[in-house]
């Protein structure tokens, strides 16, 4: 039961929307401009670890507790792994491994993305019914 006195609902919907792309389970919600919000900051963030520290910043196998935190991002971090670990078995890899801190500050960039998702994702599937109710309201 909320503090206010509402009971909580839950949108199993929604959640899955919103790890599936982010900022998706908001739109589902009618909370269209708070979903576009979202997507720009969890995709940028994503977008800015790539940027910063190329696509060997996600890496299930050799960074495996980053992918743990990475992964809250939904399926962009595992197809992003999954071109990583297929480019790895190549035997002339394209993709080299960032070095020192810049490979660092891209993994952070990203298991942040990553652990903003996965508040969204809670937020979007688990909600009080005063805003449930909001659900097709302009807000």
Known sequence: ?????????????AGVLAYALPGLGYAYLGEVRR???VAIGVLGLTLGGLLVGGLDVVDRQED???FVLQAGIGPVAWGVDAYHQQDKGLSEPRITRSLGRVNEVGSLYIAMAGMLNAIVVIDCAWRSSGRSERRGSRR
Do not use: C, E, I, Y
Not at 5 to 12: A, H
């Open 1 to 13: 039961m909320a503090a206010n006195g509402q009971s909580d609902r839950l949108f199993p919907v």
């Open 35 to 37: 979903g576009v919000l």
């Open 64 to 66: 495996k507790w980053w």
